[in-house]
């Protein structure tokens, strides 16, 4: 299995920036579109961002696109999210999950969930 650990969380003003690193680990044979989901203090967990394996092909929710940016490096392993102009409600905990394909990723049909990493803009 993969196990996937996200850094680079932390505290952040209004209108400031964070990039979130993801790295896999463990012995794998397939190829996966990776992602990002967030999960709020008394909602449930969102759909962010996802990326193909390839890296050619995006997808973003609506609440993020032109301020998040998802990119990835498979020689080492990793996902990253460049997050700007951060809003208070961006404020959640962080999830890198990989899935079959990107599409997957969307409908959270992922194989594989990090353990999260805290995101705190303040206003």
């Known amino acids: 299995q993969v196990q996937l650990v996200e850094s680079g969380g932390g505290l952040v003003q209004a209108g400031g920036s964070l990039r979130l690193s993801c790295a896999a680990s463990?012995?794998?044979?397939?190829?996966?579109?990776m992602g990002w989901f967030r999960q709020a203090p008394g909602k449930e967990r969102a759909f962010v961002a996802a990326i193909s394996w390839t890296g050619g092909n995006t997808y973003y929710a609506d609440s993020v696109k032109g301020r998040f940016t998802i990119s990835r490096d498979n020689a080492k392993n990793a996902v990253y999210l460049q997050m700007n102009s951060l809003k208070p409600e961006d404020t959640a905990v962080y999830y890198c999950?990989?899935?079959?394909?990107?599409?997957?990723?969307?409908?959270?049909?992922?194989?594989?969930w990090g353990q999260g990493t805290q995101v705190t803009v303040s206003s």
């Open positions: 999950v990989t899935a079959r394909d990107i599409m997957r990723v969307k409908l959270m049909l992922a194989d594989n």
């Open positions: 463990g012995r794998t044979f397939s190829t996966y579109a």
